[in-house]
């Protein structure tokens, strides 16, 4: 995996680079200097050249000066930190390192005086800094680097302080200055350089293979030597992997592509298919909107991509330094999702049917797997919680538990097509605590469509995970005719003495079925869903008749006597004399639920 990194960002275009990233603001300074050191691009009173010197705002109009020159600069001269940095001890000079430039922000100049900033200049300057990254057999690098550190050491303080454009600027600003003669590519052989030397974790876990340096890179490993807690001591090598200087160059630059949101999140990198892989940063930064993952993949395949053999690598967009959360092989990805339907068994208006259509994974993803939490997993469009740090006090404490629990399970089956990462028996979890929980927080009946939403995704993808089932024809158990089936029997039952409950399932649906008559003769004024909580706390088939004759005791004087007994009175006495085989009621729950929430047998017209 990391050498597909490594050569994807080798096959990189520089542009890529630079796409989409703003100047930072403060002072653009170009100086010209001679053999001795003092400043020639300056007009007839003494002032550096106007084309020569600009400030940058956000704000502000973007000027040639900065964009088209200083820009590539900067980011051609950035330091990994202050302790990086060519002046690690003073930090005065820290917001870049070049042996052609010098950068600093203007409270710490004013900050220091005139001996801390000769020696933050002298270290700036010195063997271990700016001077080791040069090109030693480059004369002209050298003298140019020679004349930009004598003007530095020289003519630096007054230089600053005399211009009107420094006093205007704020002091949380920084200014840049850069040597007007120096190339492109010096400032990027130097930054190359410091790169590969200020890159290792730790110098102590270097190792030179063949008189070349290997080290652990700062950009994949972290030692946890102050924390002992966090680190692996069952670990079977005590050093994960070593990597050269270009490696470890490479490795960095791949980061700070994530950082400046310049590739997708998660983001693919293809096997044997760099352009690929190229083509998916370009897409992603080539749209005024950048595309979510979601949109970028349907544009990959609009144009006929083949999405197979890659590396999906999931960061933690949220934190200072970017972290690989999640990173695994993909073999091919499944998009399309036409095997699945929802049918509304439980009423909702007729319109359940269309509003969960599904057509593709991430149709199942928004509209199924977002729905079993509650709407928590994607809160809103382009947003998803696969990884982040949850606010349980935003949520239920069930809808908590269960995306701890699940969601990368969930992330597996979407991103990763692998259909086995949700198992029937997670499945069946989810939704019947979901169920229950939705139930328990009922108020005023406002939980009623969540619930009878559950129901009919359960119901219908009742066999969908049930992956032993794969050569057979699901219809033939399909929870949803089971449904209708019971429905249509318990009628039967109902109207017809000679017909009697044959099942256990029977019995748990009828049952679920008495539970609503009775509870609905409630005339409370705050009806709820949360009465139907004892009825599916019992486990023993007794205890589960003992409460529904406890309820119809409670409502007796609701409910009419005829002198000819009807549905009701024959479905209590079916319930009540019937003693089933299953032993634990927990294990008929969705029937009871399905009796519960059907629509009623002993409605009249």
Known sequence: MIQEIINFVNTLPQEVFTYNLKPREGLYILVDIDEAGNLVNVDA??????????????KDEEIPLV??????????????NPNKSYNSTQ???????????????????????????????????????????????????????????????????????????????????????????????????????????????????SKSINGEDFGISDSISHFNDKKPYLKHFSAANRFNFRVNGSSAVALYKFFQLQRNRQIPNPMPIFVDKEELTTKVVRIFN????????????????????????????????????????????????????????????????????????????FDFEYKIINAMFNGQLLPK???????????????????YNQLMKYRKACYDYVFKSRKQAITKRMFDDIMLRGILDDIRLNEDMNNDYSIKAKLNIWFSLYEYFDYTQYNKPLTDKSMVNKTEEL????????????????????????????????????????????????????????????????????????????????????????????????????NLLPFTLAGYFAKSVFSKK
């Open 91 to 205: 930090k005065v000079f820290i917001s870049i390192g070049s042996p052609f430039g010098i950068g600093f922000k203007k409270q710490n100049f004013e900050n220091a005086d005139s001996e801390k900033l000769k020696l933050a200049l002298d270290q700036y300057f010195g063997e271990t800094a700016a001077k080791s990254f040069l090109e030693q057999d480059d004369p002209i690098q050298v003298e140019m680097h020679t004349r930009f550190e004598q003007f530095c050491k020289t003519h630096l303080y007054d230089f600053i302080n005399g211009l009107e454009a420094y006093q205007q600027l704020k002091k949380t600003l920084e200014i840049f200055i850069f040597l007007k003669e120096a190339k492109l590519e010096w400032f990027q052989a130097a930054q190359e350089k410091y790169l590969a030397k200020r890159l290792w974790n730790d110098d102590k876990y």
């Open 67 to 80: 964009v088209e020159k200083c820009f590539p600069l900067v980011l051609n001269s950035q330091v990994l």
């Open 381 to 399: 469009a382009g947003w998803r919680r696969y990884f982040d740090e949850l606010e349980a006090h935003r949520m239920s404490a069930n809808t």
């Open 45 to 58: 009173d003494g002032e550096i050249m106007d084309e020569d010197i600009g400030i940058y705002q956000k």
């Open 286 to 361: 080539e749209e005024k909107q950048k595309l979510g993952y979601v949109e970028l993949i349907e544009e990959l395949l609009t144009k006929g991509e083949d999405l197979r053999n890659y590396y999906l690598i999931f960061f933690n967009a949220k934190a200072k330094k970017s972290k690989v959360i999640d990173i695994d092989f993909v073999p091919s990805f499944r998009y399309k999702m036409e095997d699945v339907k929802i049918v509304e068994v439980f009423s909702l208006g007729g319109h359940f049917e269309a509003k969960t259509k599904v057509k593709t994974v």
């Open 487 to 586: 429905i249509s029997r318990i009628s039967t039952v109902a109207e017809n003495e000679d017909e009697h409950l044959k099942s256990d399932e029977e019995f748990a649906f009828a049952a679920g079925q008495l539970i609503y008559f009775l509870l609905n003769k409630s005339e409370s004024a705050q009806r709820t869903h949360a009465l139907l909580e004892p009825f599916l706390q019992k486990t023993d088939a007794t205890l589960l008749k003992r409460e529904i004759a406890r309820c119809f005791d409670m409502y007796k004087h609701a409910i009419t006597f005829y002198p000819l007994k009807y549905g009701f009175d024959k479905i209590m006495s079916e319930v009540m004399g019937y003693i089933p085989d299953e032993k634990n009621m927990k």
